[in-house]
């Protein structure tokens, strides 16, 4: 692959206009530009998420899915256009299957944080859940891919699943939510 960017101090986008993969220039609060940015800004989530240690079944997970949203993004940045391999949500579900066999059911709800890793995890999925949104308000105005919304859905998903792995991993277990009620009561105890 050659130099793809020569220059990347342009100029063209002070105006608060952008230019897209196919030419085409449109405002950089457009739906679409919007869309990629919260894309972009969870493949840098990632891209910390996997600086911390991790079990070494999640990290190569994790580095597929970091250049899945770069194929997500490359997709959005070009109208029409098709980069996310069909297969990506089916990875997905898979991963989704093979971590949350070995969790425990859910009886209480849990709270973000308990660890460094399980908290940018937790970042992670938050702003998954935002880049999904986006992608969903884009797709009211343009045409979307089925396959790319679901994988957004299925990635949240999965996020919060390993956020429970690197609980434990990190911590030896979660950091369960308490009512306000049941603190209450355990303050006054």
Wanted: proline letters at 4%; aromatic letters at 6%.
């Amino acid at each position: 692959m050659g130099n793809r960017l020569s220059k990347i101090a342009t100029r063209t986008g002070d105006e608060g206009r952008t230019g897209l993969g196919d030419g085409s220039r449109v405002d950089k609060d457009s739906h679409r530009v919007e869309a990629f940015g919260e894309v972009d800004e969870l493949n840098s989530f990632m891209g910390r998420l996997l600086a911390h240690e991790l079990p070494e079944d999640v990290a190569p997970v994790l580095a597929q899915v970091q250049n899945e949203l770069f194929d997500l993004g490359a997709e959005l940045a070009v109208p029409g256009h098709s980069a996310l391999p069909l297969e990506a949500v089916e990875r997905l579900d898979g991963a989704l299957a093979y971590f949350n066999d070995s969790l425990p059911h859910l009886k209480e709800f849990i709270l973000p944080g308990g660890g460094k890793a399980t908290a940018d995890c937790h970042i992670a999925r938050a702003v998954c859940r935002r880049a999904e949104r986006k992608l969903v308000a884009l797709s009211h105005h343009e045409a979307v891919r089925d396959e790319s919304m679901a994988y957004l859905n299925r990635l949240s998903d999965l996020l919060f699943v390993v956020a429970r792995v690197l609980s434990r991993y990190e911590n030896g277990g979660e950091v369960l939510w308490r009512p306000a009620g049941q603190r209450a009561a355990d303050e006054g105890a």
